[in-house]
């Protein structure tokens, strides 16, 4: 009888310990982890928030992309705001390393062979191009063409036709880049 | 030189030096070589290409102008109708004649009755409105269709980062 009454007392009470030992256990092994997880969701930036200011802006270095986002809290439009305001973006710091995603640039790798072009080789800028650098500092109006000039782009020798177009080419680069200028002082 | 095609190139290039389209500005690379043409074209207003000027270079066959020239940008060009590698896709480029695919009618194909002004005004106004059928690239596309503002903001960058701003 008290033998009895002891097993029937004693397998509920295994079944108790086993569960709070569980428990305990499991609380014992989760308690370090959380903290290190939640710190590292603190560094590493949503990769899909990184893939899109990439896709806008491949030309940009995806450490700068994260080290923005970071630092303004994950805000996609904010980083892409500053880029398109010219601002550029900060180098981050050389400590800074977030977990990049690897199959972010093998895409990225595979769709260069696919199209034949570098993701990361810009062309350069027609400002180089057609060497207007030391034209580009000049402040001064392009003079508007006046009706003789219009009158004179035909030209009957062959060397001052190639002139007249070279310039008009130039003209035409050097005016969209003032009024792109123009247009950003007064945003 | 005294060929047809040169003929008839040396024609164009002076129509285009004394009336030139708005916006538009094309020749030869050196009058040397009139198969070799290279173009600037000015992002149409009210698009995001405003504001931005494109070169292209064209390329003339010798039986020019049964045959239509090739064109091919020579700058970033992110456009549903541009290949990544800058050939433009454009129904006024293709050979003459019916398309075996029945998808333009060969009134928007290439004739001789066509012109390099009209091949510029052509791609000035798809540079505008990208033709969303068959796309040459199909990334720029998608994006065209289904995130625009992404898409108009990668071809501002484009654009600042053209004139070397």
């Keep these: ?187 | 030189m005294n060929s047809v095609a040169a003929k008839r190139l040396f024609q164009e290039y002076k129509a285009l030096s004394v009336d030139p389209p708005d916006g538009i500005t094309a020749g030869p690379v050196n009058e040397d070589d009139l198969f070799l043409w290279e173009a600037l074209i000015q992002g149409p207003e009210g698009t995001p290409f405003e504001g931005g000027v494109f070169p292209a270079e064209l390329k003339f066959p010798r039986d020019y102008p049964l045959m239509p020239p090739t064109m091919k940008f020579t700058c970033d060009m992110w456009h549903p109708n541009v290949y990544p590698n800058g050939v433009v896709c454009i129904s006024i480029l293709h050979p003459p004649g019916d398309d075996p695919n029945h998808y333009e009618s060969a009134s928007e194909r290439w004739s001789p009755i066509q012109s390099v002004e009209k091949i510029l005004i052509s791609v000035m106004s798809m540079i505008a409105e990208p033709n969303d059928e068959s796309p040459a690239n199909v990334d720029a596309a998608r994006m065209w269709r289904e995130q625009r503002p992404q898409y108009e903001a990668r071809v501002k960058a484009d654009v600042r980062r053209s004139l070397g701003l």
Excluded at chain 1, 24 to 31: G, P, T, Y
């Design chain 1, 1 to 187: 009888m008290a033998q009895d009454g002891q097993t029937s007392i004693n397998i509920p009470q295994l079944i108790a310990v086993a569960v709070v030992g569980f428990l305990a256990i499991r609380w014992f092994m989760s308690k370090p982890s959380t903290p290190g997880a939640s710190s590292s969701r603190r560094n590493t930036i949503d990769v899909n928030k990184i893939e899109q200011v990439s896709s806008v802006f491949p030309q940009l270095d995806r450490r700068s992309i994260a080290w923005d986002l970071q630092r303004n809290g994950g805000n996609v439009e904010a980083t892409m705001e500053r880029v398109l305001g010219g601002r550029g973006l900060e180098n981050p710091p050389p400590s800074f390393q977030p977990n990049l995603p690897t199959p972010a640039t093998t895409q990225n790798a595979g769709g260069s062979t696919a199209t034949g072009r570098k993701p990361n080789a810009p062309l350069p800028d027609l400002i180089t191009r057609y060497n207007l650098q030391s034209r580009v500092s000049g402040k001064g109006k392009e003079p508007v063409p006046s009706e003789e000039q219009k009158r004179n782009a035909w030209s009957a020798d062959k060397s001052a036709r190639a002139d007249a177009l070279k310039k008009r080419r130039e003209d035409m680069i050097l005016a969209a880049r003032r009024k792109m200028e123009e247009k950003e002082r007064q945003a």
